[in-house]
């Protein structure tokens, strides 16, 4: 039986550099966090072909914010992901994500992309993640 204090709400969120050209060598970064409120910094760049893996592992309730800093480099055109997170029924176990929003920023603070929402499936909700027409700089997931 799960007690109340045991109960996780899982998130996981996973982004491609994208571009024209092949990969050299293709990289996965990796960032997880474990409290309702965080934010990171990626310090090595993403390249062609690489990797952000973001995942969640949260036993509270309340408000879900986290922000990950990550800089793209040279060649990389776009981002694509895709986001999972665990859900249940408000009898079911929880606690319960009851929405999402995923947002990714420019250095200037400007919104470049957002997720779409796509559905649930065997117990989790799914989204989907496009940014094309990037330039090489700082951005911000939230």
């Keep these: 039986m799960t007690r109340p204090h045991d ?10 550099a994208t571009y ?12 997880f966090f474990d409290a309702l409120n965080a934010s990171t910094s990626v310090t090595t760049p993403l ?4 990797t952000l893996f973001v995942n969640t592992a949260v036993r509270q309730s309340g408000a879900l914010v986290q922000t990950v800093t990550f800089t793209i480099g040279a060649g990389v055109t776009g981002l694509s992901g895709r986001v999972a997170w665990a859900i ?8 319960r994500l009851i929405g999402a929003n995923f947002d990714l920023f420019n250095a200037g603070n400007v919104l470049v992309a957002s997720d779409a929402f796509q559905g649930t499936l065997s117990g ?3 989204s989907t993640f496009n940014a094309d027409g990037l330039v090489p700089g700082t951005y911000r997931l939230v």
Excluded: K
């Excluded at 249940?88 to 606690?95: L, M, N, R, V």
């Design 7 to 16: 109960r996780i709400w899982a998130l996981s969120m996973l982004f491609c």
């Design 20 to 31: 024209f050209s092949a990969p050299v060598h293709a990289a996965t970064q990796v960032v």
């Design 47 to 50: 390249n062609a072909g690489d």
């Design 88 to 95: 249940s029924t408000a009898a079911g176990p929880g606690p």
């Design 124 to 126: 989790f909700a799914r």
